[in-house]
């Protein structure tokens, strides 16, 4: 038995397509004259965007790079009222000089 010789037995490939483009992570260090580690930058449109996107609080910079852990670690304030009291809590960023700005922890200021 003798199977027939025809094109259409066999799967067309897709044509090629442009490649997808690159995913785009989260904002790495760029290290300046001014800012050695990289970060201010990031953690300021981290706090912008905080403020303009969560009318409930006030985010603001504690300090930057100002934990001497490895890595540096760099605090945001955060306020809010919650029943009517108002609150605070500090959000623990890592603060790495070649990597990117992750979260460590939460806590009460320590005032």
Same mark, same amino acid.
């Given at each position: 038995?003798? &199977?027939?010789?025809?094109?259409?037995? +066999?799967?067309? !490939?897709?044509?090629?397509?442009?490649?997808?483009?690159? /995913?785009?992570? /989260?904002?790495?260090?760029?290290?300046?004259?001014?800012?050695? $580690?990289? =970060?201010?930058?990031? &953690?300021?449109? &981290?706090?912008? %965007?905080l403020n303009s996107n969560c009318n409930q609080l006030i985010a603001s910079v504690e300090c930057y790079a100002c934990v001497s852990t490895?890595?540096?670690?760099?605090?945001?304030?955060?306020?809010?009222?919650?029943?009517?009291?108002?609150?605070?809590?500090?959000?623990? &960023?890592?603060? !790495?000089?070649?990597? $990117?700005?992750? +979260? =460590?922890?939460?806590?009460?200021?320590? %005032?």
């Amino acid at each position: 038995m003798s &199977l027939p010789n025809s094109e259409a037995n +066999f799967a067309t !490939p897709a044509p090629a397509s442009t490649p997808a483009p690159a /995913p785009t992570g /989260p904002p790495s260090a760029k290290p300046t004259a001014e800012d050695p $580690i990289g =970060h201010q930058a990031n &953690l300021e449109t &981290l706090i912008q %965007r905080l403020n303009s996107n969560c009318n409930q609080l006030i985010a603001s910079v504690e300090c930057y790079a100002c934990v001497s852990t490895f890595p540096l670690t760099s605090e945001i304030l955060v306020e809010y009222t919650l029943n009517g009291e108002e609150k605070e809590t500090v959000i623990d &960023l890592y603060t !790495p000089e070649n990597d $990117i700005l992750r +979260f =460590h922890t939460v806590h009460l200021p320590t %005032r």
